[in-house]
């Protein structure tokens, strides 16, 4: 499969019409304007994002536990 620089090409006009114009959050959260500071945080983006960066930072507490007091009832 050849390589094929693309990067110093702009497409970005066509490539960002679709979502612009039929997803309703990724217009939100692209325009400079799309939504006020006090909805970031409910944000659908921002909230999964929290959610796995969180789920992540206990599983890795938990997995400290667990290497630091391992549990006597299981060999």
Do not use: C
Request: charged share 35%; net charge positive; hydrophobic share 35%.
């Amino acid at each position: 499969m050849p390589v094929i620089e693309r990067m110093q090409k702009s497409g970005t006009k066509t490539v960002l019409r679709p979502p612009l114009r039929e997803v309703r959050d990724f217009r939100r959260a692209y325009e400079p304007d799309g939504m006020r500071v006090e909805e970031f945080d409910s944000y659908g983006a921002t909230v999964r994002t929290l959610r796995a960066f969180t789920a992540s930072w206990h599983d890795l507490v938990n997995l400290m536990r667990d290497f630091m007091l391992p549990d006597p009832d299981v060999k």
